[in-house]
């Protein structure tokens, strides 16, 4: 739908201009500004910070020190909080606890499979938001006929329901439920990952995973998940890491 738009300021020779220019190229005054405007919101809309990080942790105690000091900063850059990932997770608790956005889809599409976190679901009031799906077993096996292009689905609901609440506020999102993606097939999780840089947040987004889940994938597999992040940490304890990857001729296996 059309809008009329009244610019003020323009004095005499500026609108003389903008005529003999626009007798010059054939087109209208209003072309020309609405031409402007369009060339002036793509450039700012390219100055907004879409961060896509990656996370690589050792265990929950590493990540839970991480996310108090990511809350804290967050705040102090009033950055609109937000995560997804398996409901009951000790990660997914903290968060809650701090009072981050869950943008997690109900049923979560991968079941529990931490002892400790079913028993946490299970052991929540009748009116909780998080509700538990069958055994691992037999979701995998569904999982398996409903076939990669649900997961792809379900992530795309999530990422969704992510933007709408963040309405273009800049985020700082944790996602923990691409790890699981990854746990059934990291190049599953590549797919995702690709997808979701076509059409970044705005803020900074962190894709976490485990190192036991990335251990059992392929090197390949690892080096595109690299390429296809901003940056890429490696945690451990309460250090944070930062890991540069690039690509050398063999012959500096040979330099000092």
Partial sequence: M??????????DKVHTQLGELANQKGVSINSIVKDAVDIWLKHQQSQI????HLVIYSDDESMMGLLKSMDRLAKEGDLL????????SPSSQLLSKLKWYDG???????????????????SQDKDEHYVL???????????????????IKYCGRVIENLANHANNRQVC?????????????????LTIEEAYNNNRIPGLS??????????????????DLFQLHDQIFLLTGDEVHKLHVTKENVHKLFLN
């Fill in 206 to 223: 962190y894709c976490t995973y485990m190192t036991a889940t990335l251990l059992n994938s392929g090197i390949k597999n690892i080096l």
């Fill in 173 to 189: 999102c944790l996602d923990f439920l691409i790890n699981d993606v990854a746990r059934d097939s990291l190049r599953q999780a």
């Fill in 133 to 151: 799906l069958p055994p691992l077993q037999e979701q995998q096996t569904r999982s398996q006929i409903q076939g990669q292009k649900n997961v």
């Fill in 104 to 122: 997690t889809i109900v049923p979560y599409y991968y079941a529990q499979t931490n002892t400790t976190a079913t028993e946490s679901v299970n």
């Fill in 2 to 11: 059309a809008h009329n738009l009244i610019i003020r300021g323009f004095d």
């Fill in 49 to 52: 910070t879409r961060k896509h």
């Fill in 81 to 88: 909080r937000c995560f997804c990932g398996p409901p009951g």
